[in-house]
């Protein structure tokens, strides 16, 4: 009951000014320089909103606790269902056959016993540490993302931001006039409201209403009837999103960036092994990452995709075969420009004494520090920029390095 309140108040605590749920929301920035070497890189931020079992879908089969902790939804080499043999010691959940694909043409690499700098266990509080970029929860006016794209060089200006969730990512949101656009939520309405509200703000805010205009005539384009997925099938709304992202993204003047968020990975109850809930998820997610694969076509080779989420879950099962709310997880990366088939990790151990606060695997790796090696990759950004900008005061934080091929 605590869980469906708190996930109320964060979704109205992240309504944006025009209200309504959405899968689309759209920015207007400066296209940043194209790279020295010709790469035209792209970056799509992808955020699991409810706590990802890490232990579940990336599985240390190599660690002698792991199965008795996990219990019945343990994954096992063997048997009916086997997990997917990452190497000697981790195994990859069998719903994800096309992320198991790009691991093994080196595109796809894992960081496991990661998190961010929060150790609470608030859904609210984790979000907001994840998206916003600080050590902790709070500051919650702008996104990593949206500083991010700040420091980046200035070119034409082009559509080269894409938000796409309920409600736009904290992680995308900023300041209009600093950044020089305006993130705008697009609301379920006909297009007789939708105008109105572009007549609105053309003459209170003219950024936000050239942001909207130019979102609704991008969300026709990127969601024909070929997108439109099932009601209530949040795995066809996983691949609707990907396919509409990747659409756009493809194009030369399209976006270069994009945040998508997907929930519902908050499984306290009937998670399941390799079949069940969480199963059902993490095909939707796989079936995300073939479609923006297939979408971006040659783009693909100079993109990165980062999925993370705003914590881990517990080592131990509880009673009703599901887990509760932890610390360590994974944190994913695929694309053509990931230096992949690698797990990385320095593996803390799941004995009692190794756990955190004697129940989560305990976080070895700082997210940020995975975050800021894809961008100073990607981007070129300088030590500088990402400890005092991107992510302020996190110079203990070193970006990861060779993350991007």
């Not at 076509?297 to 995709?305: A, F, L, P, S, Y």
């Not at 990790?345 to 975050?371: F, H, Q």
Request: charged content about 20%.
């Amino acid at each position: 009951m605590i869980d469906c309140v708190e996930n109320r108040l964060l979704t109205s605590r992240r309504s944006l000014l025009l209200g309504g749920a959405s899968f689309a929301a759209w920015a207007y920035l400066p296209k940043f320089a194209r790279a020295a070497d010709g790469r035209d890189p792209r970056l799509i931020v992808v955020i699991l909103r409810g706590a990802l079992d890490g232990l579940s879908t990336v599985a240390p089969i190599g660690d002698p606790d792991y199965a008795g902790l996990h219990g019945s939804i343990a994954l096992a080499a063997d048997g009916a269902h086997p997990a997917i043999m990452l190497d000697s010691f981790f195994a990859l959940h069998p719903a994800m056959p096309e992320f198991a694909r790009m691991y093994r043409d080196r595109h796809a690499a894992v960081i496991h016993a990661v998190a961010t700098p929060y150790r609470d266990r608030s859904h609210f509080d984790g979000q907001d540490v994840l998206e916003s970029g600080y050590a902790g929860p709070g500051r919650v006016q702008s996104g990593w993302l949206n500083r991010a794209l700040e420091a980046l060089p200035r070119g034409e200006r082009v559509s080269s931001a894409l938000a796409v969730g309920p409600t736009t990512p904290l992680v995308l949101r900023g300041n209009a006039p600093t950044v020089g656009w305006a993130p705008v939520a697009l609301p379920h309405a006909d297009d007789d409201t939708a105008m109105r509200l572009v007549d609105l703000y053309r003459h209170r805010d003219p950024a936000l209403a050239m942001a909207l205009s130019q979102g609704l005539q991008l969300d026709k384009a990127a969601s024909g009837a070929d997108m439109k997925p099932k009601p209530g099938n949040a795995v066809a709304q996983m691949r609707q999103v990907a396919r509409g992202a990747a659409k756009l993204m493809a194009a030369d003047d399209g976006p270069r960036i994009a945040a998508l968020a997907f929930d519902g990975w908050d499984t306290h109850a009937k998670e399941g092994g390799p079949v069940g809930r969480l199963a059902f998820l993490l095909g939707g997610l796989d079936g995300a990452l073939a479609e923006l694969e297939t979408g971006l076509g040659e783009r693909w080779r100079d993109t990165v995709v980062v999925v993370a989420t705003e914590f881990g879950r517990t080592a131990r099962i509880n009673g009703t075969d599901g887990t509760d709310h932890g610390t360590g997880t994974i944190a994913l990366l695929a694309g053509g420009a990931v230096k992949g088939g690698r797990v990385i990790s320095d593996w803390p151990g799941l004995k009692l004494a190794n756990l955190y606060e004697g129940r989560d695997l305990k976080p070895t790796a700082d997210l940020r520090s995975v975050i800021k090696g894809v961008l100073q990759g990607q981007f070129g950004l300088s030590d500088r920029v990402l400890a005092e900008t991107v992510f302020p005061d996190s110079a203990g934080a070193r970006p990861m390095q060779g993350l991007v091929a």
